[in-house]
C-alpha cells in the first residue's frame, strides 16, 4: 500500500470515527464514491479499530495499516483480567489499539492502581511493532511532568512486554466539552495546563503530533493530564533531545505519510508533511478555540468541506464571546496561522500569554524566585507603615479607583450552551439583570427594549457604550446543565474598556434569583453606588423558587416580549401555567397582567 492510498484511508477512517455509527454509512457512501474497493478497505479498518479512550493509546489505524498491507489476520489473545504479571494484577481491561491491550491493575508491591499496557504476544516478535513499543516508554520516561501521563515502568513477564503507566481517573475534556459551554476562566485553566505540559515535552525535543480534547484527561482536583504519546516524535536537529532518532526517516512518520486526527491537524499535517512543535501549536490552539466557544475551529459536515477549511478558510472569529480578552484573541490568531513560518513558534509564549490574562498582570507572577518572595515579605510592614501615613495625613479621604459612574447598561446574555431552546433562560437572565440593577436608584439603567438589540452583533463595547450613552457595561454568559446554572459576569469601564470587576457564579437552578442578586450587589459595591436601606433589603433577601414554576414563567416572558400576537398568546398560556403550578408566584400574575394588556392594546 503507497502512503498516498494509505494517506486517503486514515484521513477517512478519523472522519468515520468522530461520527456516531448510525451516520458513518452515509458518509462512506460520499467519501469512498466511485472507489468500491477504497470502502472496503475503510471499512475493514473500522471493524479492526476499538478505540481506546485515552491511557496513551495509539490510534491503531496505522497497525491495522499494517496489517492489512501484508494481507494478515489480528491475533486475539487470551483476556488476562485476573492474571498476575510480576507483581501487577489485572483487575479490568481499559481497551485496546494497535500497539497493545490497556488493563487497570494493582501494583501488589506498592499497593497503587496503575495501567499495564501488554504488546500481544502474537506481535511480541515483529520488530517494528516492538522497536515503537520501546520508543513510547522512552518518550514517556522523558516527560516527568505534573500535566503529562506518567511512565513507572517497561517490564518482560513471560516473553510479554508491559508497559506500566500512570492511571488517570476522572473524564476526558471532550466529555467535558460534550456537557456545554465553560466559562473564560474555566477554559484557560485548562489551556494553561496543557501549555505547561507541551512546554515540558517540546524541552525534550518531543511532539505530540496528535493532541485533542480525547486526548486530554481532566482529574477531579482539575489537574489537566496529557495522554497519547504514542505518536510522539523527537525534534530534528535538537541536540538536546531524547535520542529517538535512529529510526529510518519514511519508515513511521515520514513524509507521505499522515497520523494525527481530522479537525485538529494542521495544514502540513493534512498534506502528509514533515511536521514539527508548531503542529502542537496549531492544535492547542484548536483545543482552546474549541474550550471558549464549545465548537470545533474546522469541524464541517464532510470530511472534503473540513480538510478544505483546515487549508483555506478561518476559524468564526465571531463565535468567540464578547468578553475573551483581545490578548487571548491574538493568541489564537497566531496559533492557527496556516503557514507555519507566521505561527506562534513558541508554546512557552503561549502559556505566558494566558498567564497574563489570567492574572491581569505579568506573566512572571507565578515562577517569582524565592528570595524576591522573601525581600517582598521584608517589605510589607514597611509598606503597612507608610500606608497607614499616608490615609493619615489625607484625613481618611477615600480614594476612587473608578471614575464617576453613574449609568450602565447590561448587554444581552451570551448561551455558552449553544443550545438555541435555552435562549428563553438566557434572555430572561437578561432581564432579571437589567430589573435588579434598577432597583439602584443612584444607578441609571438602560431598558430591556434598547439592549437587546445588541444581540449578536458583537460591536466593540466602546461604540456600544457611546450609542448608549453610558458609563459602564455589564456583560455576562450562562449556561445551565444537570440542574445547576453557571453564570460568568464583567464589568467593563466604557471611557476606559478597563475590567472593573469579573467574577463567576455556579448555583442550584432554584437560587437563580440568589445569583441576579449577587450580581447587583457587587455591580454596586464596585461602583461605590451607596444603596439605601430599602435598596439593601431588596437585593438582600431572594427566595428560591420552584423549577416548573420560574421555567413556565421564563417561556411566558420569552414569548410576551416578541410582540406578535400568537406569540403573546403562547406567552399567556405558559404563564397561566406558572400560575397553575404556583398560585401565590407574584411574577407569573405580574407576566399576565403584561399580557392581556398587550392583547388589549392590539385589539
Known amino acids: 500500500m503507497n502512503p498516498e492510498r494509505w494517506g486517503q484511508i486514515k484521513r477517512i477512517c478519523d472522519a468515520a470515527l468522530e461520527l456516531n455509527p448510525s451516520q458513518r454509512g452515509s458518509f462512506l457512501q460520499e ?30 489505524l496505522e497497525e491495522a495499516a499494517r496489517s492489512l498491507a501484508k494481507d494478515q489476520n489480528s491475533a486475539v489473545d487470551a483476556d488476562l483480567v485476573g492474571c498476575t504479571l510480576h507483581h501487577y494484577r489485572i483487575t479490568s481491561r481499559i481497551g485496546a489499539g494497535g500497539m497493545g491491550v490497556v488493563y487497570r491493575a494493582e501494583d501488589t508491591l506498592l499497593h497503587r492502581s496503575v495501567a499495564v499496557k501488554v504488546l500481544p504476544e502474537t506481535f ?60 473564560p476562566d ?20 518531543i511532539i505530540h503530533r496528535d493532541l485533542k480534547p480525547a486526548n486530554i484527561q481532566l482529574t477531579a482536583e482539575g489537574r489537566v493530564k496529557i495522554l497519547d504519546f504514542g505518536l510522539a516524535k523527537a525534534m530534528a536537529n535538537d541536540p538536546d533531545a531524547v535520542d529517538l532518532s535512529r529510526e529510518r526517516p519514511n519508515s513511521m512518520t515520514g513524509s507521505g505519510v499522515i497520523l494525527g486526527t481530522l479537525g485538529y491537524m494542521s495544514p502540513e499535517q493534512a498534506c502528509g508533511k514533515m511536521v514539527d512543535q508548531r503542529t502542537d501549536i496549531w492544535a492547542f490552539g484548536c483545543v482552546l478555540y474549541e474550550c471558549l466557544t464549545a465548537r470545533r475551529a474546522f469541524q464541517r459536515k464532510t470530511l472534503t468541506e473540513t480538510l478544505a477549511a483546515i487549508l483555506g478558510d478561518e476559524p468564526d472569529w465571531e463565535a468567540l464571546p464578547r468578553f475573551v480578552q483581545p490578548r487571548v484573541v491574538d493568541l489564537l490568531r497566531r496559533c492557527l496561522q496556516k503557514d507555519p513560518k507566521d505561527r506562534l513558534h513558541n508554546i512557552a509564549n503561549a502559556r505566558m500569554e494566558i498567564e497574563q490574562a489570567r492574572s491581569g498582570g505579568s506573566a512572571q507572577a ?6 524576591w518572595k522573601f525581600a517582598a515579605i521584608l517589605l510589607v510592614p514597611i509598606l503597612m507603615a507608610m500606608a497607614l501615613a499616608f490615609w493619615t495625613l489625607k484625613d481618611h479621604e477615600p480614594v476612587v479607583s473608578v471614575g464617576k ?16 431552546e435555552q435562549e428563553y433562560f438566557v434572555d430572561g437572565m437578561t432581564d432579571a439583570l437589567i430589573t435588579d440593577l434598577s432597583k439602584i436608584g443612584a444607578l441609571r439603567v438602560i431598558s430591556r427594549s434598547s439592549v437587546m438589540r445588541y444581540k449578536g452583533a458583537n460591536k466593540p463595547p466602546a461604540e456600544v457604550a457611546r450609542e448608549l450613552k453610558v458609563d459602564a457595561l455589564l456583560e455576562a454568559s450562562v449556561v445551565r446543565e444537570a440542574g445547576r446554572v453557571r453564570v460568568y459576569a464583567q464589568l467593563v469601564d466604557a471611557a476606559t474598556e478597563h475590567n472593573l470587576w469579573a467574577e463567576s457564579f455556579e448555583r442550584e437552578f432554584s437560587s437563580i434569583l440568589a445569583v441576579q442578586a449577587e450580581v447587583a450587589r457587587e455591580v454596586a459595591r464596585t461602583l461605590q453606588v ?13 427566595r428560591t423558587v420552584n423549577p416548573a414554576t420560574f421555567e413556565a414563567y421564563l417561556k411566558g416572558m420569552f414569548y410576551l416580549n416578541k410582540s406578535t400576537s400568537e406569540d403573546t398568546l403562547k406567552g399567556i398560556a405558559y404563564l397561566h401555567e406558572a400560575v397553575d403550578k404556583d398560585p401565590a408566584d407574584a411574577l407569573a400574575y405580574g407576566g399576565l397582567a403584561l399580557g392581556y394588556v398587550e392583547i388589549a392594546h392590539g385589539a
Open 124 to 183: 511480541a516478535r515483529d520488530a517494528e511493532r516492538l522497536k515503537r513499543f520501546k520508543r513510547e516508554a522512552q518518550v514517556l520516561a522523558a516527560l516527568n511532568h505534573p500535566n503529562v501521563a506518567s511512565i513507572y515502568g517497561l517490564e518482560e513477564v513471560n516473553g510479554r512486554r508491559v508497559l506500566v503507566l500512570e492511571l488517570v481517573e476522572g473524564g476526558t475534556l471532550e466529555e467535558r466539552l460534550k456537557e456545554g459551554g465553560m466559562s
Open 366 to 371: 507565578r515562577r517569582t524566585p524565592s528570595r
Open 186 to 205: 474555566e477554559a484557560l485553566d485548562i489551556g494553561l495546563q496543557i501549555a505547561d505540559g507541551l512546554e515540558a515535552a517540546h524541552n525534550k525535543g
Open 530 to 542: 451607596l444603596l439605601s436601606p430599602g435598596e439593601q433589603a431588596r437585593l438582600g433577601s431572594a
Open 31 to 60: 467519501a469512498c464514491v466511485g472507489d468500491q474497493s477504497l470502502r472496503q478497505e475503510v471499512e475493514s479498518l473500522l471493524a479492526r479499530q476499538s478505540r481506546a479512550e485515552g491511557f496513551l493509546e495509539t490510534p491503531a
Open 405 to 420: 459612574i453613574s449609568s450602565i447598561a447590561v448587554l444581552p446574555l451570551e448561551n455558552l450552551s449553544g443550545d438555541p
